[in-house]
């Protein structure tokens, strides 16, 4: 079954360097997102990302971070210089469409990237 | 602003027993998740719902939308140890970003 992965599984990091997470969405999903889940916390939304652009961000997703597809099949979210809030489990998830059933509406959740900043 | 709120946000329940976690939902939406998260892991679909009305069942859950009273349900029925995890509900008016619940977290004791 196609399923959306994710590397690194942890990282850790100092504060104020630069970190790529990157994601794998299913093949021919057309939408893509960014979500953080602080420690103990609900998952929070900060980008999705449809036709090569940002279709909608959080007021979290400030300049500090930005998406890219930079090939067919990589989704990557950078920090560019990260902060001890941005601890945090990172979540790619992908759907198909917005509009269908539900095999096209569900987002499907990559096993996240645990960030450490230390 | 979209509020989701789930209740309760902690559920302990003896195994054979019956329960539902309630969430409500404060902007027009059709569409409603229900998540299950295991401690340190991902996020596992359970449930899509998509029209006012809607009821889906899976093995000891059953998940039902009131798109009218802005109210979702997701009810237990015989639990059994292995349905401890936290369990989210998420609502997506306009097609697009997920809002969450705070989730519920479900401890089953034997």
């Known amino acids: 079954e196609p399923e959306v992965t994710q590397t690194p599984s942890h990282q850790v990091t100092q504060m104020g360097q630069e970190v790529i997470l990157r994601c794998v969405p299913i093949?021919?999903?057309?939408?893509f997102y960014w979500y953080r889940q602080i420690l103990g916390q609900k998952v929070e939304f900060l980008v999705s990302?449809?036709?090569?652009?940002?279709?909608?961000k959080s007021e979290i997703f400030d300049d500090q971070f930005s998406v890219e597809r930079p090939d067919g099949s990589n989704f990557t979210l950078k920090i560019r210089s990260t902060k001890l809030e941005d601890s945090a489990m990172y979540f790619c998830a992908s759907r198909r469409s917005p509009r269908g059933g539900s095999s096209y509406n569900e987002q499907f959740f990559g096993p996240g990237t645990r960030l450490t900043v230390l | 602003e979209l509020k989701v709120e789930q209740n309760p946000l902690f559920l302990s329940m003896q195994e054979g027993k019956n329960y539902t976690i309630y969430c409500n939902y404060s902007t027009t939406s059709d569409r409603l998740y229900w998540y299950r998260q295991d401690p340190g892991k991902s996020l596992e679909s359970l449930f899509v719902l998509l029209s006012n009305g809607a009821v889906k069942q899976e093995g000891r859950l059953m998940a039902s939308l009131d798109t009218k009273a802005r109210l979702s349900t997701l009810h237990i029925t015989a639990a059994v140890h292995d349905l401890s995890a936290t369990y989210f509900c998420?609502?997506?008016?306009?097609?697009?970003?997920?809002?969450f619940g705070e989730g519920t977290q479900l401890t089953v004791n034997p």
């Open positions: 093949s021919n999903h057309l939408y």
């Open positions: 998420a609502v997506d008016p306009a097609g697009s970003r997920l809002t």
């Open positions: 990302f449809y036709n090569n652009e940002i279709s909608e």
